[in-house]
């Protein structure tokens, strides 16, 4: 399973952006999919996450101005963040919770990656 995340770039303080991450080769089924996100220098955290069954999550430093969504036919999940901060500034990562073949256990599969920088 491959995930390609896009939509990083350099967005002033305030400003809005969404983020898109796309999984792609054998895939059964996926039953999370989510973002986290790491800044120069701290660990990876996470930012929200979306699973099949059940409510999505997000992290405090987030909630109340970021958006998680998953378009299950294109096996896309968004992230869609607003009022965007100087410390939301970090390469943002999208993780799959993935089963390749019927009977196989779900694994866990990575991203690049995508960088946010929030300046003026």
């Known amino acids: 399973v491959q995930l390609q995340a896009s939509g990083g770039g350099l967005v002033q303080p305030g400003g809005s952006l969404r983020l898109s991450c796309t999984a792609s080769?054998?895939?059964?089924?996926?039953?999370?999919m989510g973002w986290y996100r790491q800044a120069p220098g701290t660990q990876r955290e996470l930012v929200a996450s979306?699973?099949?069954?059940?409510?999505?999550k997000y992290a405090t430093a987030v909630k109340g101005r970021t958006t998680i969504s998953r378009d299950y036919a294109k096996n896309t999940v968004y992230l869609q963040m607003r009022s965007l901060k100087p410390e939301d500034t970090a390469v943002y990562y999208c993780?799959?919770?993935?089963?390749?073949?019927?009977?196989?256990?779900?694994?866990?599969?990575w991203g690049q990656g995508t960088l946010l920088t929030v300046s003026s």
């Open positions: 993780p799959a919770v993935a089963v390749t073949r019927y009977l196989d256990s779900p694994s866990n599969y």
């Open positions: 080769g054998t895939i059964f089924s996926i039953s999370v």
């Open positions: 979306v699973p099949s069954v059940g409510a999505t």
